[in-house]
């Protein structure tokens, strides 16, 4: 299975790839690509920049790997309640290319993490409700909260019951394949 991995963050330390990292370490016998949107950056979308100079090859690039995929892996992080601009922009310019969703069909796992208590709770219940228009069969969602009481760089999750529970998600998505 080719599983596509990544955070819905721009930030070099972002937690959110740390959680999807992790995740990833669980389909050890999957191609999985993780991505860091770093590397697909683009102009914010305006209507009059899409029609002088087209959508971004950056963004072609990045729904060309969401159409590659069979599983996608993604941590959002949570911005003011809501997604972070640079997710929110590159959903917006892979949104304007003719014949596609954004996540064409793809499974997902989508998860979130935060350091508060609710875990990113916000833009999970966003993400869950809004994907499904947008192309994406959320397979599970699963939230951390307190990153930086429950997470370990060498270790992963420490907390035993929200470890147990990401494993039963990642079971339950395995067995649609």
């Given at each position: ?48 920049r ?59 796992l ?19 409700k ?48």
């Open positions: 299975m080719k599983i596509l991995a990544f955070a819905g963050s721009n930030s070099e330390v972002s937690i959110n790839k740390k959680l999807v990292t992790f995740v990833t370490s669980f389909f050890k016998d999957d191609d999985v690509e993780i991505l860091d949107l770093n590397d697909f950056e683009m102009p914010i979308y305006k209507n009059e899409e029609i002088k100079d087209g959508i971004p090859q950056s963004a072609l690039d990045f729904a060309k790997k969401i159409d590659e995929s069979d599983l996608i892996l993604l941590s959002t992080p949570e911005h003011n309640g809501n997604f972070p601009a640079v997710f929110k922009n590159l959903m917006d310019w892979i949104s304007r290319i003719k014949g596609r969703k954004i996540f064409n069909g793809k499974p997902m989508l998860m979130a993490t935060s350091g508060g208590a609710r875990g990113g709770a916000s833009v999970l219940e966003i993400a869950e809004r994907f499904p228009f947008d192309g994406a069969e959320v397979l599970q969602t699963y939230s951390l909260p307190k990153f930086y009481e429950n997470f370990d760089e060498e270790k992963g999750i420490t907390d035993e019951e929200k470890l147990k529970e990401l494993k039963e998600k990642i079971e339950k998505v395995k067995s649609k394949f």
